[in-house]
Every structure is written in structure tokens, then in C-alpha cells.
């Protein structure tokens, strides 16, 4: 594995980890979840935006401008949306699974435009973290006292995932001479735009701010800014099943959190999926690819 495939994984399993714990600070921050959302892509946007003036002499609107960026932005900001309002439904565990089936779909994606069969080792090891998520879903064991699972938090979980392909399909598609940063902040920018709407929709978007702000700066920080760039970074270099199989450290992480802190019970067809998940993501990473 070369020094650029190996930052790149690097990435991918740090920004999976940040995300994993995303649940935690949604959960505590008491505010909505269209109110976290608006501040993990807010306060993205004001971080970046001294990296692309220290590196770019150009202005805002003379900055090389890339439409796909846009609308990956638009997608991941949709995708948080509705991981966000998922976690207010269901599980922290079973929300974060749900948005995971979007790697399973940009695999599938890459290989239908690509016309193409993925390396027969992603053949085996994407299905293997799939049958993991299945099996962590469908074992699930009862929700903590005060959450229920509800229909509508599935679809919300679903429709996160379906984002999140898109993101990634279309992340891929920006051109190279765009910095890291200067696609980023075209990201934040959208995204920020799109989950403007809902915040104004919602009947008190200030609820919770006053008590929740600490949290809310540590999504806007780490699972904002810091996640974004690290993503951005590791799709480009990586093949979509790659990261996606990487990714579904995520979900395994987010699992133990709501074991360890909101007492959603583990049962051990969970354990034997996350078994899958973890394995897959290390013999990701490990073995080469051979058509």
C-alpha cells in the first residue's frame, strides 16, 4: 500500500470513528434535529473559510467553482438531516446502520456506470459487511426506556443512506485541480443553504441553544469540519467500496455507544455482525485488490 492509499485510510477510519460518536452529542444537545444539522455545516462553513483565504488570494466569488461540489454539499446535508431526525426516532446503533446502506449503494452505483464487476475481493468483503449490518438490525435487542423505534425513524435512515451515495458518487466527480479546501467550502456553503429551509420551518428553531451550544460547537468541530475534510480527502482516493467497507466502522462504533451509555442492549447475533463489519473493514485494508 502506498503513502497516499495509506493517508487515505487513515482518514477514512478517523472520520468514521468522529462519526460513530455523532449520536452522543444529537442526543445530548436537546436542541432539533433540524438545529444541529444547521450547526454542523454553519459552523463548518466559518472554519473554512480562513483556510481557503490563507491559501486562495482570489475572493469568494472568483474562487474555481465546480458544480458537482455543490451538489455533494446538498447531499450530505441531507443526509445528516435525516441521520439526524432518524436518532430522534430509533436507536443511536440501528440510525447509524441505516445510513451505511449509502456505501453498499455507491459501490453498486460506481460499478454500473463504470460497466464493470468490482475486484473479487470487494465481491466478498462488501457483501460480508452487509450480512454484518443485516444481522446487528435484525438481532437488535429492545430500544433504552425512553426511546422508541418508530416507523418513520427507518425511512428517515434509508433516505440518509440514499444521500450518502449520492455524495460520494458525486464527490468523486469533482475536478482535481479543486483544492481539498475550496471544495469543501463549496460544501459547506450548499449545504448550509438546503438545511436553511428546514430550520425556518421548524416552530423554534433557537430550542435547546441556550443549554445545548457546547454540544453543538463539538458537532460543528469534529464531526463538522474536521469530518468533512477527512471524507473529502479519503473518497477521492479510495474506491467506493473501499470507503464504504471502512466506513462501516461507523455503525459498529455507534452501537457500543448506545450499549455503554443509553443501555440499548447487545445480543449476540449483534456481536457476531459486528464480527463481520470489523473483519471486512481490516481485510479491506490488508489484502489486494486482483480482478
Known sequence: ?????????????????????????????????????????????????????????????????????VFSGAGISLCILFYFLAITQISVGIAALLLYTGPVFAAVGESLLRRSLPPRRDMLLMPAAAAGIVLVTVCAGEPAANQVHEPIGYAYGLLSGVCYAAYILLNRQIPGHISLAVRTFWQFAAGSLVLLVPLLCTEDPYAGLSAGWPYLLCIGVLQGF????????????????????????????????????????????????????????????LLPAKQ
Not at 460518536?21 to 466559518?46: D, K, N, P, Y
Open 1 to 69: 500500500m502506498n503513502k497516499t492509499n495509506c493517508s487515505a485510510l487513515i482518514a477514512a477510519i478517523v472520520a468514521a470513528v468522529l462519526m460513530g460518536v455523532l449520536g452522543f452529542f444529537v442526543r445530548e444537545t436537546q436542541c432539533s434535529a433540524q438545529g444541529c444539522s444547521f450547526a454542523r455545516f454553519i459552523i463548518g462553513l466559518v472554519l473554512i473559510i480562513p483556510l481557503v483565504c490563507r491559501r486562495n488570494t482570489q475572493s469568494a466569488a472568483r474562487l474555481p467553482f465546480s458544480l458537482p461540489a
Open 226 to 285: 474536521a469530518v468533512l475534510l477527512l471524507v473529502a480527502y479519503a473518497v477521492r482516493r479510495l474506491t467506493a467500496i473501499e470507503f464504504g467497507t471502512i466506513s462501516y466502522l461507523e455503525p459498529a462504533v455507534a452501537v457500543a455507544l448506545g450499549w455503554m451509555v443509553y443501555g440499548e442492549s447487545i445480543s449476540p447475533g449483534q456481536w457476531c455482525g459486528f464480527a463481520l463489519v470489523l473483519g471486512a473493514s481490516a481485510l479491506q485494508s
